[in-house]
């Protein structure tokens, strides 16, 4: 069957109750289904509370849908302190009425079973909930203990076919948890039995030491949705899930122009430097200068009045102001000024989500012009080739989804062959410009060629540079170098 | 424990609590049964409230009622609960610990 689809990609017939939760509304076309049931599985401590908790409240605080959290697990007090941390004001939502919260608490050892009964307790309870809010949204969290707090099994299995038909009636979107079952299967109790609309699958797994989060849409009926494994960043703000873009490759593209911050590098990219919102990679072998070129970037930009990131995985900040200043590039009045952020982290502290989505969230909160981030491979210990191509693929569609002129500097190990881009993302840039050293005569002499350069006319001779007390000093061509 | 002779406690010791939804043919069939048992074992020394969560929805909260229909021993305490129709009469003597689990 061929499903027409509206502009925004959502498939008509289907209508979507947006979560509000960054990137999950971006690969499911527009959020959950509307007035259905989900399922959202996962290991224990994949986030699948937090997930159900964050639809109910951003639910009720930007879609004007309150909320019913039911909670099998944790009390509501529990509950309200655990996501006090996101900055969710539970007792707030409550007392505004667009929030109701029930704790569903079963001992098996407290209750003794004598002939039939059904679940109609807690349909009741559920209703009163909804009604007293006029909920839109429902979670169940996760209504499996009910199987380790009531004996029948048979009994319960038809009241949960019968409650999530229910909620279905309702017409209210629901979230409902279950913990991931054995042997591969999605849940312990089979609740993807029921619950088949829509199925989110939590994954949370450590690999090389360092924890990271995946989130995927096993199931999606009658919807479009993204099929890949995403990584997804809990952090103060909440859950974020990392799609690779939804605006695919139709970002707009700029023709204007940007500085190098070196005078004679500009007049070799056509006498303009890099395109405005371009990719520039900067390799090299170790201390052939790629800090100073992708700083006198940053100086440039800085000069221009406007805002720059720079993302440090290799050294401190003080360290680069400190260095700079050797070759006359001034950093630390661009940093006072505000103008000039520095963001220092080891890149082994984190996994690479934490790195994307470090750098997602200083991007939106600086809203920064130009990016450097110095360098690209050191993420190389952090994760796989593979993945640190897919980040960087996410990296720099995000940045040129925003217009940001990024500058990657790569550190390429003796051994390889100067073109060998240790990352794989070479491909994925539009300008690169290699930088090495040769030994001649007792002397090392600093050589740097671009070797592409999308869209524009460029210099293809091997030109010498300096690194001098008044900036990167590249030979004028007069004195011309090796050619190609 | 005391032994499966009954004390004399003063009347009105055992307050007992029956939650339903509705009177459904099950609701009725359990209020039987427990008033049957209650004569028999617990005469002028019980009172039963009957609670309609379809009247009442606000009390399945506090005592924590899932199952209907469910029936709640307030006192003597601990509170205990007991789901279904009540129709195993053994099991709800042992559930309201009117006879000791032992002696089943």
């Known amino acids: 069957m061929k499903i027409r689809r509206t502009r925004s990609g959502t498939a008509i017939g289907i209508r979507k109750c947006p979560t509000g939760i960054r990137g999950l509304d971006e690969i499911t076309k527009g959020g959950l289904p509307q007035g259905r049931p989900t399922l959202v599985c996962g290991s224990a401590g994949s986030g699948k509370t937090l997930l159900a908790m964050e639809f109910i409240v951003r639910g009720a605080r930007e879609f004007n849908e309150p909320g019913v959290f039911m909670s099998f697990e944790e009390t509501t007090d529990e509950l309200a302190d655990n996501v006090a941390s996101l900055g969710f004001n539970l007792p707030v939502l409550i007392a505004r009425k667009r929030l109701a919260l029930d704790y569903v608490r079963i001992e098996r050892s407290e209750i003794e079973e004598t002939g039939e009964y ?48 229910w909620l279905k009636q309702r017409g209210v979107t629901a979230v409902i948890t279950a913990e991931q079952g054995r042997n591969q299967n999605l849940t312990r109790h089979g609740l993807e039995e029921y619950v088949s609309d829509c199925v989110i699958f939590l994954d949370h797994r450590v690999i090389n030491q360092i924890a990271t989060r995946r989130l995927r849409i096993i199931k999606y009926r009658g919807s479009v949705h993204g099929t890949n494994e995403y990584p997804t960043m809990i952090d103060e703000r909440g859950m974020s899930v990392l799609p690779i873009s939804s605006l695919g490759l139709a970002y707009r593209v700029s023709t204007g122009r940007v500085s190098t911050g070196v005078a004679t590098l500009d007049e070799m990219f056509g006498g303009k430097g890099y395109y405005r919102g371009s990719s520039v990679l900067i390799s090299g072998t170790a201390g052939t200068g790629k800090t100073s070129f992708a700083a006198a970037f940053a100086d440039a930009a800085c000069r221009r009045g406007e805002r720059c990131l720079f993302l440090a995985l290799e050294e401190a900040p003080a360290q680069i102001v400190r260095n700079m200043a050797s070759i006359g590039l001034k950093l630390r009045p661009w940093v006072q000024g505000g ?31 130009c990016v450097v981030i110095d360098p690209i491979t050191n993420l190389t210990t952090v994760g796989d080739p593979t993945e640190i191509t897919s980040m960087m693929l996410r990296v720099i569609d995000f940045l040129k989804q925003h217009g940001v002129t990024a500058v990657f500097t790569s550190l390429t190990t003796g051994g390889h062959a100067e073109q060998f881009s240790e990352v794989g993302i070479s491909s994925l840039m539009d300008t690169w410009l290699l930088l090495r050293q040769s030994e001649s005569g007792g002397d090392r002499t600093r050589l740097l060629y671009i070797l592409k350069s999308r869209g524009m006319a460029h210099s293809s001779r091997i030109r010498e540079f300096w690194l001098t007390d008044k900036g990167i000093r590249i030979d004028d061509g007069a004195r011309a170098g090796v050619r190609k | 424990m005391s032994p499966t002779a009954i004390r004399r406690p003063p009347p009105k010791e055992w307050e007992l609590r029956l939650y339903i939804a509705g009177k459904t043919p099950r609701a009725i069939k359990a209020f039987e049964n427990l008033r049957t048992i209650c004569e028999e074992h617990l005469a002028g020394r019980y009172a039963i409230e009957i609670i309609d969560l379809l009247e009442k929805p606000t009390l399945a909260k506090g005592d924590q009622i899932v199952a209907v229909p469910t029936l709640v021993r307030r006192l003597p305490e601990p509170v205990r609960k007991i789901i279904g129709d009540l129709s195993n009469t053994e099991r709800v003597l042992v559930g309201l610990d009117i006879r000791e689990r032992a002696a089943v």
Request: no cysteine.
């Open chain 1, 339 to 369: 103008r000039l952020r520095f963001h220092a982290v080891r890149s082994t502290l984190y996994g690479l989500e934490q790195h994307l989505v470090a750098i997602h969230k200083h991007v939106s909160e600086f809203r920064p012009h």
């Open chain 1, 118 to 165: 059904d679940l109609e307790g807690l349909f009741v309870r559920l209703a009163q909930a909804i009604d007293s809010v006029g909920a839109k949204r429902v979670a169940l969290d996760t209504v499996e203990a009910l199987f380790a707090g009531l004996p029948n099994e048979a009994i319960l299995r038809a009241e949960l076919r019968r409650l999530f038909r």
